[in-house]
């Protein structure tokens, strides 16, 4: 295996950087476990953001009501301590023991990591980006010109681009591309955009300022020859436009597929990943399942579960990577390894 491909090895693999991943990290954290976290999407917080960042969550103890991006932002803050490493954008392919009795985890991308333990916290699966439909020649320009996520800012640098959507990647995507791109145009079939307030009106104040220009209308047609594009045709309000572009961004939302857990070679019920409510392990030794994917007797789909369920599995988890040491209840202050992490600087790798 080439070194490129082999990331470094850490003592836990987390599939799936939801709610439920992020504190499996904290948690394997507070037991001194490393941590990679891998995800299919390019930011984390699996359905909390994907699917209702707005939403006010009324559930969580000692917060009587929080945004489902603010829980979000705060678990990843209070993950950050333990330094956990990110591969995001990328959606796990399979799963192979080694002749050592570790875990070899690989990515569509052909990322392989290795770690001695791997959770499973891939929720309802994983989110497949929904394409703009009747988009004459859209097979041609797909995962070159036409892209459903931003893995890297930097190289969009001087690209004619076209943004379609009117949420809020779509209008976070247009500002945050705006200081490279040398044009950015967002296509919206309505008027009226569906992103927050204070981004709508931060965008607003791009299109006064002609740093982003914006068509009421749907992409229909692209120009050029694969892998080039070199414009679209939007039709809406103006009629048909041809619009100049190197780029077409997509950003329709997701819809969740049950993913690569058929090939990991567990047990199934239904879809989900059956597992002990002592360890959370499933059938296969090593490998662990929280959060929504988990099913046993009695199960909630909460994220309260899966944390209760990611503070259990870390524990076994922690027994499994050091088996010499006697298990006892980790309380967060008792820690010194999170005494000493939380009195430093916030630090962690961000995704
Ligand atoms: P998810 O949030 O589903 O995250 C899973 C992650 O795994 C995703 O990011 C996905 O991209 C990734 N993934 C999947 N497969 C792969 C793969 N093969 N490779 C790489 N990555 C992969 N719960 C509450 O407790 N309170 C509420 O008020 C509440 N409100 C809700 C409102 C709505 C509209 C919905 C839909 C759900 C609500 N829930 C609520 C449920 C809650 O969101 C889920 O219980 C929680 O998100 C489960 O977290 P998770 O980490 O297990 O999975």
Redesign the pocket.
């Known amino acids: 295996m080439s070194d490129e491909r082999l990331a470094r090895h850490s003592d836990a693999i987390i599939?799936?950087?939801?709610?439920?991943?992020?504190f499996a990290a904290f948690q394997l954290g507070v037991h001194g476990l490393t941590s990679q976290l891998?995800?299919?999407?390019d930011r984390?917080?699996?359905?909390?953001?994907?699917?209702?960042p707005d939403?006010?969550?009324?559930?969580?103890p000692a917060c009587p009501a929080i945004g489902?991006a603010e829980l979000v932002e705060r678990l990843t803050m209070q993950a950050a301590c333990f330094s956990p490493v990110y591969h995001m954008g990328?959606?796990?392919?399979s799963l192979e023991r080694t002749a050592q009795g570790e875990w070899l985890v690989t990515?569509d991308k052909g990322l392989v990591l290795q770690a001695s333990v791997v959770v499973i916290?891939?929720?309802?699966?994983?989110?497949t980006p929904k394409t703009p439909p009747n988009l004459g020649r859209l097979a041609e320009f797909e995962g070159g010109a036409v892209r459903y996520a931003v893995p890297d800012v930097q190289a969009h640098a001087g690209e004619r681009i076209v943004i379609a959507g009117g949420g809020d990647s779509a209008v976070d995507w247009a500002m945050a591309l705006c200081p490279v791109a040398s044009e950015i145009v967002l296509v919206h079939q309505r008027e009226e955009l569906r992103a927050q307030k204070h981004s709508t009106a931060r965008l607003q104040t791009l299109v006064e300022e002609g740093r982003v220009r914006r068509l009421t209308g749907r992409v229909i047609d692209l120009h050029g020859t694969a892998p080039s594009l070199e414009a679209v045709t939007v039709h809406g309000r103006e009629g048909r436009v041809v619009v100049p572009a190197d780029r077409l961004l997509v950003f329709f939302g997701f819809v969740?597929r049950e993913?690569?857990?058929a090939r990991f070679g567990l047990d199934l019920c239904d879809g989900l990943v059956p597992v002990d409510t002592e360890r959370f392990e499933t059938s296969l030794p090593g490998v662990f399942a929280?959060?929504?994917?988990?099913t046993y007797p009695g199960k909630l789909?909460?994220?309260?579960?899966?944390f209760h369920e990611a503070a259990l599995m870390a524990a076994a988890a922690a027994r499994r990577c050091r088996p010499g040491e006697s298990p006892s209840t980790e309380y967060s202050t008792s820690s010194p390894l999170f005494r000493e992490r939380t009195q430093s600087e916030l630090g962690g790798r961000s995704p």
Do not use: H, N, R, W
């Open positions: 599939i799936g950087a939801g709610p439920c991943g992020l891998v995800d299919a999407l984390v917080g699996g359905q909390c953001i994907e699917l209702y939403k006010p969550i009324y559930d969580i489902a990328q959606q796990v392919a990515t916290a891939t929720g309802g699966g994983s989110f969740m993913g690569a857990l929280i959060g929504d994917i988990a789909k909460l994220i309260l579960s899966g």
